[in-house]
């Protein structure tokens, strides 16, 4: 009895260390476990860093670093998600930008910060991360970029940085965004790149089955038509001082830009004004808008006869201007709207 307490003791104890992450980390290679690495670290413009990074064993990576004593005052909190990789001793976290952010892998416990270009920190001061007992899954709101589609009235998302489609669910409904997407996208069941608040979390599907990975909405962005992961993310276009010109119009069946010169129209915050080309003559006008709603007046236009497709091109687009009563810019595209908020036509910025 007195031989067996002591065997059991240590049993138990090389036990606990093996469930309580004191083991060593695997590889994160086949079949491995997610692992989260967490510290304190020196900071060149505040008081000190801590960051905490799960890395996945599907290859893609969450990032938290709080910024804490700041030389402006208060603390920081960023959030950031991308894919990892590990070549020898080095683990680089690609997010998208020009740096990614890199750590010398010291063992399965420690991973050390090295500088922006990968080389090591020449410091006395600990840049190291250790492995935290518990996996920190970082189900915290982020800001997304991705494409956004939408089959009656299910939603999956693809997220740029990861490249991971995830079902996508709103914590409060929101049916404009389907509406959105079906008039802007630019085919039946075609992606369409969207901005979004949201968090990554595990829930289980609407028809029931096993729990996965859903991105679920606090705030929706925009939608950005004509726009990839691959591109960098342009602020949305300003209704008055830019070159509009139409890609759709209700009720016309072929390409707004017809057979010459294409249509468009430029509007001037300055004095109301409108000009433009119609297809076939050139356009003069007035408009008024505020924050959603817009109205054209006055619009005239030279007196060019317009036969064939230049005369059914200029007779959608006036008559689409006429009716207008609302509008939305998403990105790079403006629609316009009638008093009962169907669309009328559909621009985009050159």
Known sequence: MRFFLPVFTLLLFVFVAGCSGLAPAPDLGPGAQNVTY????????????????????????????TYAGLR??????VYDLGRWSRKGGRLALDNGERWPVQFRYVSGDEIRLLDQRGNEIVSKLDYSLRRSPVVDMLSVPMSMRGRFIARSGVYSFTECKTGKTYPLVFERPNPAVER??????????????????GRIAVRRGRKGGGASEHVIVQSFGRFLPGVSCAEPL??????????????????????PQGERKGPHIVLSARDGGVKGFTGCNSL??????????????????????????????E????????????????????????????????????
Do not use: N
């Open 38 to 65: 967490s510290g304190t670290i020196p900071c060149a413009d505040c008081r000190s860093q801590q960051m905490t990074v799960t890395l996945f064993a599907d290859r893609t990576f969450r990032l938290k670093r």
């Open 72 to 77: 402006t005052g208060g603390s920081k909190t």
């Open 180 to 197: 959105q997407y079906l008039t802007l996208r630019p085919a039946p069941g075609k992606p369409l790149m969207a901005t979004l608040k």
């Open 234 to 255: 342009q602020p949305a276009a300003r209704l008055s001082g830019t070159h509009w010109r139409p890609i759709a119009i209700a009720g016309f069946a072929g390409s």
């Open 284 to 313: 003069m006008g007035l408009y008024a808008s505020d924050r959603s709603t817009i109205s054209f007046s006055m619009l005239s236009t030279t007196r060019m006869a317009c036969s064939g497709v230049s005369g059914d091109v």
């Open 315 to 350: 007779r959608a687009f006036l008559g689409a201007l006429k009716k207008a009563a609302a509008w939305k810019i998403s990105g790079r595209t403006l629609e316009l709207f009638d008093a009962a908020h169907r669309p009328v036509m559909r621009l985009e910025a050159k």
